[in-house]
T-cell receptor, first 114, second 115 residues
Framework: AQKVTQAQTEISVVEKEDVTLDCVYETRDTTYYLFWYKQPPSGELVFLIRRNSFDEQNEISGRYSWNFQKSTSSFNFTITASQVVDSAVYFCALSEANTDKLIFGTGTRLQVFP | AAGVIQSPRHLIKEKRETATLKCYPIPRHDTVYWYQQGPGQDPQFLISFYEKMQSDKGSIPDRFSAQQFSDYHSELNMSSLELGDSALYFC??????????????FGPGTRLLVL
């Protein structure tokens, strides 16, 4: 069965701190896709990053970076030098190859204080 | 860049009424998805359409139906509304590219309140 676990319910940091959001997933498929979405207080869901199961290369994009580890079924997301505008709920999501649906984790609420 | 458009953005209905939510995908996207997000919850997949045909189905109540039209826009019809249907309804769209699972881009959502 597919499942996404975000154990951190809420994280609070002070501006300029680095913060890592954890995500652990479960799937029996060998081909799958992982995503991070951001939901600011205004409510929209904003796509941030995706990773395919066959590509374990980790990357950095601006202040965002991610660490995909198939061995531990983890897809962690790091924000460097956090800013107040990063305050939002962050969702990790999983999609398997044979289904359209995204399975979301329960989300991590990040609060960045000035 | 053009995004997914949803209308209306806010909707207030009484119990047992009907509601229709509309979704206009990103230009050239051929697949639309509907999700329901209850207060404090994560989004739950309802249904999806590819080239006007239902392609996947999730936890969509029998009181709900949806379709995709020839211009690729989609409508979610909700009947016999219940208090528990109060939620944020998202539409997402993507371009299906062969065997690759494409990224779903979400609209701003329709906030439905059932009184």
């Amino acid at each position: 069965a597919q499942k996404v676990t975000q154990a951190q319910t809420e994280i609070s940091v002070v501006e300029k701190e680095d913060v890592t959001l954890d995500c652990v997933y479960e799937t029996r498929d060998t081909t799958y896709y992982l995503f991070w979405y951001k939901q600011p207080p205004s409510g929209e869901l904003v796509f941030l990053i995706r990773r395919n199961s066959f590509d374990e290369q980790n990357e950095i994009s601006g202040r965002y970076s991610w660490n995909f580890q198939k061995s531990t079924s983890s897809f962690n997301f790091t924000i460097t030098a956090s800013q107040v505008v990063d305050s939002a709920v962050y969702f990790c999501a999983l999609s398997e190859a044979n289904t359209d649906k995204l399975i979301f984790g329960t989300g991590t609420r990040l609060q960045v204080f000035p | 860049a053009a995004g997914v458009i949803q209308s209306p953005r806010h909707l207030i209905k009484e119990k047992r009424e009907t509601a229709t939510l509309k979704c206009y995908p990103i230009p050239r996207h051929d697949t639309v998805y509907w999700y329901q997000q209850g207060p404090g919850q994560d989004p739950q997949f309802l249904i999806s359409f590819y080239e006007k045909m239902q392609s996947d189905k999730g936890s969509i109540p029998d009181r709900f139906s949806a379709q995709q039209f020839s211009d690729y826009h989609s409508e979610l019809n909700m009947s016999s509304l219940e208090l528990g249907d109060s939620a944020l309804y998202f539409c997402a769209s993507s371009l299906v590219g062969g065997s690759r699972r494409e990224t779903q881009y979400f609209g701003p959502g329709t906030r439905l309140l059932v009184l």
